[in-house]
């Protein structure tokens, strides 16, 4: 079974610019979950979608944004991206019930550079 | 806001010791704690899983406990080995959230030496 892909995986772009990066969860996970890893603040939730919906929401501007598609494949936005924004983006997916140990099977991140 | 703790950033182990790392948390309990394994360049990997009505739980080399009296978990690598060095993350889901949406520590950085 493939694991949780992510492209691209390293990205530059330069402040102001706008970035989408892609996830794709594993194949029957309808549940797919962003986070944002930095030294300092370590991984922080950004969103969760199951079903094309947005069920949860991390506390980041509304500068960050993603959406679901019927496939569960998944994306998420950055707009007018600030230095700050640098960060390894991980997408996670998962059995919405959970089974019994509801882990989250993460992809191998995004690496995202503001110049 | 709930916070979590791991006290240690970084912990230096002899191969063959056993490794303890601790997880603390604040205000409420949460209905079970998650330990991942993270290498670098890598996304997180789930290691286990244990409920609040669990004392303890064992996976191998691994054991997890959880203390909701004192509001902490302790994971320990017994026989540790160099292969066993990453970072070490504990998470639990936020109050009122779903299991995708997790709340992490910062993690500690587990160095086996031979």
């Known amino acids: 079974k493939a694991g949780v892909t992510q492209t691209p995986r390293y990205l530059i772009k330069t402040r102001g610019q706008q970035v989408t990066l892609s996830c794709s969860p594993i194949?029957?996970?309808?549940?797919v979950s962003w986070y944002q890893q930095t030294p300092g603040q370590g991984l922080q939730f950004l969103f969760e979608y199951f079903s094309e919906t947005q069920r949860n929401k991390g506390n980041f501007p509304g500068r960050f944004s993603g959406r679901q598609f019927s496939n569960s494949r998944s994306e998420m936005n950055v707009s007018t991206l600030e230095l700050g924004d640098s960060a390894l983006y991980l997408c996670?997916?998962?059995?919405?019930?959970?089974?019994?140990?509801?882990?989250?099977?993460f992809g191998p991140g995004t690496r995202l550079t503001v110049t | 806001s709930q916070k979590i703790e791991q006290n240690s950033e970084a912990l230096n182990i002899q191969e063959g010791k056993t490794a303890t790392l601790t997880c603390n948390y604040t205000n409420y309990s949460p209905a079970y704690l998650q330990w991942y394994r993270q290498d670098p360049g890598r996304g997180p990997v789930f290691l286990l899983l244990i409920r609040e009505n669990e004392k303890e739980k064992r996976k191998e080399r691994l054991k997890v406990t959880f203390d909701t009296t004192l509001k902490q978990s302790l994971f320990h690598i017994t026989a540790s080995q160099p292969a066993d060095s990453a970072t070490y993350l504990c998470a639990f889901p936020s109050y009122g959230g779903s299991q995708g949406n997790l709340i992490f520590g910062k993690g500690t950085k587990l160095s086996v030496k031979p």
């Open positions: 194949s029957g996970h309808r549940s």
């Open positions: 996670a997916s998962s059995y919405l019930t959970g089974g019994t140990s509801y882990e989250q099977y």
